[in-house]
């Protein structure tokens, strides 16, 4: 079966933009293109999917076709992918998938989101619309909220505390300073992340993602296309992907994610590999315990020790086990709902080919993960990345 | 019935007489009975018909506005001009009767409330009431579908197990209604949320309350679920500690008051 690269990828910074969609789609796809070596042009591709909530309602409808039409991709087939903040993340998947079966040979997957034109208490409002609006939202539960109940419980379950959630937190605005895409471009001291406002017990301000503006944009290609567009291509060694009850309360626990564990393990079967080959992971740290559960579903670190791993600094970059979040995660570089999936792929793409500042390089690397999470894990893509095909 | 027996009943003051029972708010100002921070007549009224269910059956009630007849359906209570018990409002006092005959009667004295805090909970809820949704909410016909889970916990089944908040199919199967379970629990987690990190629903009562609390409480018949805290108590949840239950107000948007079950810390 045909192999499927990225050969090409781009973003426009996370954060407060000027720019609309279109202008920030347009930055995004625009950088996309402009790194790919070869000789491209954006009327070769065949198909292209977007991920997009569509925050705020201003263009929900056909946002698809609205972005690509400024981009040069004129009459292919588009549409927009929605799975909440995993909505990217399913676009490359299903992009991925597209060229797999044979039916295309370019295919474009990006994400996109607005979230910082509305008022604080609007975007409140739309902040929970992926959350099971019939139960939790009625019990003042958004992600905050949810996310604050799986942390106290894991702080029950096994031991690990607070202090080790400020430890990830310390940690992705280390990685997230000299990112030039990042939001939040803070040197964030533990005592600081100790003492952020309470947002919900037992998360505080660093706890939590901003919101950001932001679009993001990938280029992949069938491997025949692929050599002859670019020299460098990183390979997608493994797609997998996993769905849960929408709601926490009927699932069997509350202290692991049944979709990204389940997306992982197919993902690795795919690759061939396990977690202990992974040299740089981007995943979803919407709040900082998201992080110490997704490196225990990942494998990084046994159950229950997600604490512990984040309290020795396995997760740093250079220094511990695996780089952990290298851009700075949803906590630092920021987090546009829908443009967050293909924004952890601009980032692998580039750490793969020794792209990135160069103080924020991880030295050697040559296979990567992305994990990306709908709302408080009911949906999430994991995608594996290499230098070289296997 | 035994008479006088006068108690603290599901955060309320409440005495069951000869005749019938009164129940009141637990709160005051100067001396007269004032509803807390999520409660009303209807929240009155409901847990007055539980603590009398636990002695005699009703089903059939007499009532009239202000309490809401649609929470008084999904909790079992039909409403019949000719029933024999009649809850009778006491509008210049949070206090109502339900009687056989005549209105029955009791004078306690409540703790004494914060009156800016009570006018200021009072403007919001009014103002609640004219707020529409800019995003995510939950429709009138979904909160009413609902109802009889939510304020009421009725329940489903299929074999043994035990089904809450109902499902449409569980694998290739479909479960059946099931009796109303039992409203104790015991808690998992819980959070308490400030204004930032709470829905837009409750962003003019959680600044006034300074944040609102939610436990994620097994039930005791198996099933797990989220749950405010009644009163927007101040006092800590602690994880395996159990919790009842007792209808209360959550929000109002687009005219309507939604009614729920809260936990009521033990
Ligand atoms: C955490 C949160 C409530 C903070 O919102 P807020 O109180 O309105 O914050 P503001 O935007 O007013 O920013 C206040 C300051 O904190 C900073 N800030 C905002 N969010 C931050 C965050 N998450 N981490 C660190 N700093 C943050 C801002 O840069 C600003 O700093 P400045 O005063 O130096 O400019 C909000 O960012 C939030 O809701 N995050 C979660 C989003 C979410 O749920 N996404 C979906 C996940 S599944």
Same mark, same amino acid.
């Given at each position: 079966? &045909?192999?499927?690269?990225?050969?090409?990828? =781009?973003?426009?910074?996370?954060?407060?933009?000027?720019?609309?969609?279109?202008?920030?789609?347009?930055?995004?796809?625009?950088?996309? !293109?402009?790194?790919?070596?070869?000789?491209?042009?954006?009327?070769?591709?065949? @198909?292209?999917?977007?991920?997009?909530?569509?925050?705020?309602?201003?263009?929900?409808?056909?946002?698809?076709?609205?972005?690509?039409?400024?981009? %040069?991709?004129?009459?292919?087939?588009?549409?927009?992918?929605?799975?909440?903040?995993?909505?990217?993340?399913?676009?490359?998947?299903?992009?991925?998938?597209?060229?797999?079966?044979?039916?295309?040979?370019?295919?474009? /997957? =990006?994400?996109?989101?607005?979230?910082?034109?509305?008022?604080?208490?609007?975007?409140?409002?739309?902040?929970?619309?992926?959350?099971?609006?019939?139960?939790?939202?009625?019990?003042?539960?958004?992600?905050?909220?949810?996310?604050?109940?799986?942390?106290?419980?894991?702080?029950?379950?096994?031991?690990?505390?607070?202090?080790?959630?400020?430890?990830?937190?310390?940690?992705?605005?280390?990685?997230?300073?000299?990112?030039?895409?990042?939001?939040?471009?803070?040197?964030?001291?533990?005592?600081?992340?100790?003492?952020?406002?309470?947002?919900?017990?037992?998360?505080?301000?660093?706890?939590?993602?901003?919101?950001?503006?932001?679009?993001?944009? &990938?280029?992949? /290609?069938?491997?025949?296309?692929?050599?002859?567009?670019?020299?460098?291509?990183?390979? &997608?060694?493994?797609?997998?992907?996993?769905?849960?009850?929408?709601?926490?309360?009927?699932?069997?626990?509350?202290?692991?994610?049944?979709?990204?564990?389940?997306?992982?393990?197919?993902?690795?079967?795919?690759?061939?590999?396990?977690?202990?080959?992974?040299?740089?992971?981007?995943?979803?740290?919407?709040?900082?315990?998201?992080?110490?559960?997704?490196?225990?579903?990942?494998?990084?670190?046994?159950?229950?020790?997600?604490?512990? !791993?984040?309290?020795?600094?396995? =997760?740093?970059?250079? @220094? =511990?086990?695996?780089?952990?979040?290298?851009?700075?995660?949803?906590?630092?570089?920021?987090?546009?709902?829908?443009?967050?999936?293909? %924004?952890?792929?601009?980032?692998? !793409?580039?750490?793969?080919?020794? @792209?990135?500042?160069?103080?924020?390089?991880?030295?050697?690397?040559?296979?990567?993960?992305?994990?990306?999470?709908?709302?408080?894990?009911?949906?999430?893509?994991?995608?594996?990345?290499?230098?070289?095909?296997? | *019935?035994?008479?006088?027996?006068?108690?603290?009943?599901?955060?309320?003051?409440?005495?069951?007489?000869?005749?019938?029972?009164?129940?009141?708010?637990?709160?005051?100002?100067?001396?007269?009975?004032?509803?807390? $921070?999520?409660?009303?007549?209807?929240?009155?009224?409901?847990? #007055?018909?539980?603590?009398?269910?636990?002695?005699?059956?009703?089903?059939?009630?007499?009532?009239?506005?202000?309490?809401?007849?649609?929470?008084?359906?999904?909790?079992?209570?039909?409403?019949?001009?000719?029933?024999?018990?009649?809850?009778?409002?006491?509008?210049?006092?949070?206090?109502?009767?339900?009687?056989?005959?005549?209105?029955?009667?009791?004078?306690?004295?409540?703790?004494? *409330?914060?009156?800016?805090?009570?006018?200021?909970?009072?403007?919001?809820?009014?103002?609640? *009431?004219?707020?529409?949704?800019?995003?995510?909410?939950?429709?009138?016909?979904?909160?009413?579908?609902?109802?009889?889970?939510?304020?009421?916990?009725?329940?489903?089944?299929?074999?043994?197990?035990?089904?809450?908040?109902?499902?449409?199919?569980?694998?290739?199967?479909? $479960?059946?209604?099931?009796?109303? *379970?039992?409203?104790?629990?015991?808690?998992?987690?819980?959070?308490?949320?400030?204004?930032?990190?709470?829905?837009?629903?409750?962003?003019?009562?959680? $600044?006034?309350?300074?944040?609102?609390?939610?436990?994620?409480?097994?039930?005791?018949?198996?099933?797990?679920?989220?749950?405010?805290?009644?009163?927007?108590?101040?006092?800590?949840?602690?994880? #395996?500690?159990?919790?009842?239950?007792?209808?209360?107000?959550?929000?109002?948007?687009? #005219?309507?008051?939604?009614?729920?079950?809260?936990?009521?810390?033990?």
């Amino acid at each position: 079966m &045909v192999d499927v690269a990225v050969i090409g990828a =781009g973003q426009t910074k996370f954060g407060n933009h000027a720019l609309g969609l279109k202008g920030m789609w347009a930055e995004s796809t625009e950088n996309a !293109f402009a790194s790919i070596d070869g000789d491209f042009d954006p009327s070769m591709v065949d @198909e292209a999917f977007i991920g997009s909530i569509a925050f705020g309602g201003g263009q929900i409808g056909n946002t698809a076709a609205l972005l690509t039409e400024h981009t %040069g991709m004129d009459n292919i087939p588009v549409r927009r992918v929605e799975n909440a903040c995993a909505s990217s993340g399913f676009a490359f998947r299903d992009a991925w998938m597209a060229i797999k079966s044979g039916q295309a040979d370019i295919v474009v /997957a =990006g994400g996109i989101e607005k979230m910082n034109d509305l008022t604080p208490e609007r975007k409140r409002f739309w902040l929970g619309v992926s959350g099971d609006t019939e139960w939790e939202r009625l019990a003042g539960l958004t992600f905050p909220g949810t996310y604050a109940l799986m942390a106290r419980r894991h702080f029950h379950e096994y031991g690990s505390v607070h202090d080790d959630l400020v430890n990830i937190s310390v940690k992705n605005h280390m990685h997230g300073l000299d990112n030039e895409f990042a939001h939040i471009r803070k040197d964030v001291s533990f005592e600081k992340a100790q003492s952020g406002f309470m947002v919900a017990d037992p998360l505080t301000l660093y706890d939590c993602c901003p919101t950001s503006d932001g679009a993001s944009t &990938v280029i992949l /290609a069938a491997d025949h296309v692929a050599k002859k567009l670019t020299d460098d291509p990183v390979w &997608v060694l493994g797609s997998g992907a996993g769905s849960d009850h929408l709601a926490l309360h009927d699932r069997p626990s509350i202290t692991q994610l049944i979709a990204t564990q389940r997306a992982a393990m197919s993902a690795y079967d795919q690759a061939g590999i396990s977690a202990k080959d992974i040299d740089l992971a981007e995943v979803h740290d919407c709040f900082t315990i998201a992080e110490l559960m997704a490196t225990e579903d990942l494998g990084f670190a046994n159950r229950g020790e997600g604490g512990l !791993f984040a309290r020795e600094g396995r =997760g740093r970059r250079n @220094e =511990g086990q695996v780089a952990i979040n290298p851009s700075g995660g949803l906590k630092s570089k920021g987090h546009p709902l829908g443009a967050t999936g293909t %924004g952890q792929i601009v980032e692998v !793409f580039k750490q793969l080919r020794g @792209e990135v500042e160069s103080s924020r390089q991880v030295r050697d690397a040559t296979t990567a993960l992305t994990h990306n999470v709908g709302g408080s894990g009911a949906t999430c893509s994991v995608h594996v990345f290499g230098r070289d095909l296997k | *019935m035994s008479s006088n027996q006068c108690i603290d009943w599901q955060g309320n003051l409440a005495c069951i007489q000869q005749s019938g029972l009164v129940i009141k708010s637990r709160h005051s100002i100067r001396g007269k009975h004032v509803f807390g $921070p999520d409660s009303d007549y209807t929240t009155l009224a409901i847990s #007055g018909l539980e603590l009398l269910s636990e002695e005699t059956e009703i089903s059939n009630i007499k009532f009239e506005e202000p309490i809401d007849l649609f929470v008084m359906q999904a909790c079992g209570y039909s409403h019949d001009e000719e029933a024999v018990w009649e809850i009778v409002c006491d509008l210049d006092s949070a206090s109502i009767s339900i009687s056989k005959s005549e209105i029955v009667s009791w004078e306690v004295s409540g703790n004494e *409330m914060d009156e800016e805090l009570f006018t200021q909970m009072n403007d919001a809820w009014e103002e609640e *009431m004219t707020a529409v949704s800019q995003g995510a909410f939950v429709s009138e016909q979904s909160y009413r579908s609902g109802g009889p889970s939510r304020m009421n916990f009725n329940s489903q089944s299929l074999g043994e197990i035990r089904i809450w908040p109902p499902r449409e199919m569980i694998g290739d199967q479909r $479960p059946s209604d099931a009796a109303p *379970m039992k409203k104790s629990g015991k808690i998992e987690s819980w959070t308490k949320l400030s204004a930032g990190g709470a829905p837009s629903e409750f962003s003019l009562r959680a $600044p006034i309350l300074g944040g609102i609390s939610t436990v994620f409480v097994r039930l005791d018949e198996g099933p797990c679920g989220v749950f405010l805290i009644a009163d927007d108590e101040d006092g800590k949840p602690v994880i #395996g500690n159990s919790v009842t239950f007792a209808v209360r107000r959550i929000y109002a948007q687009d #005219g309507l008051i939604r009614y729920g079950l809260k936990a009521l810390l033990s």
